[in-house]
């Protein structure tokens, strides 16, 4: 009875189909709260009937993170006490769920001291005083591999820049170079006479760098374990080294609270980097190695111009002493884990903190970005890790 459509007709159908079907999925994205809305609601927690308060609450809770600026105004000036007090309590709640905690990693049965992620993200190495070294799959938090033939604690840890094989720092004097694979040492390296307490690779992965409590850097032949250079580096110890991107420099940071910057050829000092009030813990540096983070036991952060030698700013928050600190893969965030439990996420162009993390128990040791810079990484005195997320800026 019905005759088929002529393909014109047909066509057309399909074309209008096609623009109410487009027409319905960006509708919701042009229909999100306005301001002037989110300012309202707002206003509504302080209603004199409850049953409107909560009714705001729900709301701004179901909005998120659009409606965090004016809740935290709202929770610091608002003249209502009510409204300050629901503000501040959804301010919490939303940024609990922005940046939740993801996974914990359970295995270690002594203080977690280093961690490190695999260039493709998939990984993470852990060091620990249990006298292990400890693999893990990032997504399901299982351990794939425990790394055992250290003396005694171990301090640092790192990927290689092929992600086959893994450096160690240990309490026993030596580094290891590990097979992730099969689990097996590959190499030893000797020299160091008190504990080492950092090491990495330089980024083509032909040099290993260590630091030690004996004062020394010490860059070795990843090949061979021969000792390429020594620098007589940080009177007291040497806590934290890394090589710049472009594998030329140098940065430490020891016990006479200085950061130096070194000719990785020469292991001559280029530079000295003077604030910090006792040692300095755990350094950090931008790809493009212009700026550097340091931590110390002064309970301090400092973020500094390399080329200048100058503290730029400083990144206050923390009650006690910091022990762990990070760059965020473009340099915009910092990362930081201290005594006081806490990790600590800043901006660093304001040095404002973001985001507060509090779910260890013990001191947290290390930090680090996951290498999309979307997740962090927490090691603690609790024997865990933790693997959070973060919202994009």
Excluded at 72 to 101: F, G, Q, T
Excluded at 209 to 214: G, H
Excluded at 269 to 279: D, I, S, T
Aim: with cysteine; glycine share 10%; net charge neutral.
């Amino acid at each position: 009875m019905f005759g088929a459509p002529h393909p014109r007709r047909l066509s057309a159908l399909v074309g209008l189909l096609g623009l109410c079907l487009l027409a319905n999925l960006f509708t919701p994205l042009r229909a999100g709260p306005d301001p002037e809305t989110i300012d309202r609601l707002v206003v509504q927690l302080g209603h004199d009937k409850y049953d409107q308060r909560e009714a705001a609450d729900k709301e701004l809770a179901k909005i998120g993170a659009p409606a965090l600026v004016p809740l935290r105004k709202a929770a610091v000036d608002s003249p209502d006490a009510e409204i300050r007090s629901r503000a501040a309590r959804l301010v919490h709640a939303i940024e609990d769920k922005m940046y939740s905690e993801i996974r914990l990693y359970l295995g270690h049965t002594a203080r977690v001291r280093g961690v490190a992620f695999s260039a493709d993200g998939k990984r993470v190495l852990s060091a620990a005083e249990d006298k292990t070294v400890r693999l893990w799959d990032v997504e399901t938090g299982k351990e794939i591999k425990r790394l055992e033939g250290h003396a005694d604690k171990v301090w640092g840890v790192a990927f290689a820049p092929n992600g086959r094989l893994a450096v160690s720092a240990g309490q026993d004097l030596t580094l290891r170079l590990w097979d992730l694979q099969t689990g097996q040492t590959v190499r030893e390296f000797k020299g160091h006479t008190a504990l080492v307490r950092s090491t990495s690779f330089s980024r083509d992965g032909s040099r290993i760098l260590s630091a030690s409590d004996d004062g020394t850097l010490r860059i070795w032949n990843t090949e061979t374990t021969v000792e390429v250079l020594t620098i007589r580096a940080h009177p007291g110890g040497a806590n934290h080294a890394l090589f710049s991107d472009d594998g030329l420099h140098l940065l430490s940071g020891g016990d006479d609270a200085t950061l130096r910057w070194w000719d990785a050829t020469t292991g001559s000092e280029v530079r000295k980097f003077k604030g910090h009030a006792a040692r300095v813990w755990r350094v950090a540096l931008t790809a493009d190695g212009k700026r550097a983070l340091s931590c110390g036991e002064d309970g301090t952060v400092r973020l500094w111009d390399v080329e200048e030698g100058k503290e730029v700013r400083q990144f206050e928050g923390h009650s006690d002493k910091v022990w762990g600190v990070a760059f965020s893969p473009d340099g915009k965030r910092a990362l930081t884990g201290g005594a006081d439990r806490t990790m600590r996420l800043w901006n660093v162009e304001t040095g404002k903190e973001e985001h507060r993390f509090e779910r260890h128990t013990d001191w947290v040791w290390c930090v680090a970005f996951t290498p999309d810079g979307k997740r962090v990484l927490s090691g603690s005195a609790d024997c865990t890790l933790r693997l959070w997320s973060t919202p994009p800026r």
